[in-house]
């Protein structure tokens, strides 16, 4: 089981950037995709971006891509949403995600999510 903690949230202009990190403990394996998901008021929770932990191989959703960076620094088990460009489409709940296996919803673990506020 994996343990993760979300940090970085708060409220920013439009155009400001923000960074979020995820803190993973317990047991994290070679084979785990580690995932950002938002969650905006009254909408679904929706992918954002992901990497995985040993090759580091990115993927974005089509609405980010160019303006959030995703990373991660295996030697302090945490992974981070770099977020730049903002918009006032991006405030939402931003989760930290974690999956063994190819589905999030059944083999994933998911972290408590940062509020992310961005003003027009």
């Known amino acids: 089981q994996v343990q993760l903690v979300e940090s970085g949230g708060g409220l920013v202009q439009a155009g400001g950037s923000l960074r979020l990190s995820c803190a993973a403990s317990?047991?994290?394996?070679?084979?785990?995709?580690m995932g950002w998901f938002r969650r905006a008021p009254g909408k679904q929770r929706e992918f954002v971006a992901s990497i995985t932990w040993t090759g580091g191989t990115t993927n974005y959703a089509d609405f980010v891509k160019g303006r959030f960076t995703i990373s991660r620094d295996n030697a302090k088990n945490t992974v981070y949403l770099q977020m730049n460009s903002l918009k006032s489409e991006d405030t939402a709940v931003y989760y930290c995600?974690?999956?063994?296996?190819?589905?999030?919803?059944?083999?994933?673990?998911w972290g408590q999510g940062t509020q992310v506020t961005v003003s027009s």
């Open positions: 317990g047991r994290i394996f070679s084979s785990y995709v």
């Open positions: 995600a974690a999956r063994y296996g190819s589905s999030w919803v059944t083999t994933g673990s």
